[in-house]
Nanobody, 128 residues
Framework: QVQLVESGGGSVQAGGSLRLSCKVS????????MGWFRQAPGKEREGVAT????????DYVDSMKGRFTISHDKATNTLYLQMNSLNPEDTAVYYC?????????????????????WGQGTQVTVSS
């Protein structure tokens, strides 16, 4: 059974930084695509970034390019999201996701990836 456990959320002032972690169960290379999503109050869930495990190719939502960085530690099978220059609009519950379905790297993008496993979410609150 796949398990994903997020941590690292919290409260920060505008302009600050946070690093989210997501410990994924099992062997890193048994996964193909991982990603971060978020859901703000009253809004639909939206993609943040994806990472193709077999090559570390990444994809970001345009509004987060240059501020957020997704990365993956193969040794511990932990997915990270480094978030800098945070603003109140980044306030949301952040979720990590992973999938073991074999796929080409071109399908591990914000607009095309689908995921079979999700974490429980971690709250990020940015105050002005």
């Amino acid at each position: 059974q796949v398990q994903l456990v997020e941590s690292g959320g919290g409260s920060v002032q505008a302009g600050g930084s946070l690093r989210l972690s997501c410990k994924v169960s099992g062997y890193a290379y048994s996964y193909y695509c991982m990603g971060w999503f978020r859901q703000a109050p009253g809004k639909e869930r939206e993609g943040v970034a994806t990472l193709y495990v077999h090559g570390d190719d990444t994809d970001y939502v345009d509004s987060m390019k240059g501020r957020f960085t997704i990365s993956h530690d193969k040794a511990t099978n932990t997915l990270y999201l480094q978030m800098n220059s945070l603003n109140p609009e980044d306030t949301a519950v952040y979720y990590c996701a992973a999938d073991r379905t074999s796929r080409p790297r071109a399908t591990c993008t914000i607009g095309r990836a689908d995921f079979g496993s999700w974490g429980q979410g971690t709250q990020v609150t940015v105050s002005s």
